[in-house]
């Protein structure tokens, strides 16, 4: 599949050449925020209850947004 898209701006032109680099990041921070969740690591040492808490709220946040935005991770 081939598309083009032509822009006006400057900034617009690379937030869109940007945009796989943004989903993948976001990929990893959930992939980390899993991995806490999974795992009661964080950063070598037992997470604690707190940061377990904030970091299921944080999974949470991610997909209701992708959700309300229509995107997907996977």
């Known amino acids: ?3 083009t898209i032509e822009y006006d701006d400057q900034e617009d ?3 869109a050449l940007e945009a796989f680099d943004w989903k993948h990041t976001v990929m990893q921070l959930d992939q980390l925020l ?3 969740t999974k795992h009661g690591m964080y950063q070598g040492r037992e997470a604690t209850s707190d ?3 904030m970091a299921d709220y944080l999974r949470e946040q991610i997909r209701e ?3 309300d935005n229509n ?3 996977s």
């Open 1 to 3: 599949m081939k598309i």
């Open 13 to 15: 032109a690379k937030l």
């Open 34 to 36: 899993r991995s806490t």
């Open 51 to 53: 940061e377990l808490d």
């Open 65 to 67: 947004f992708t959700n």
């Open 71 to 73: 995107l997907t991770l």
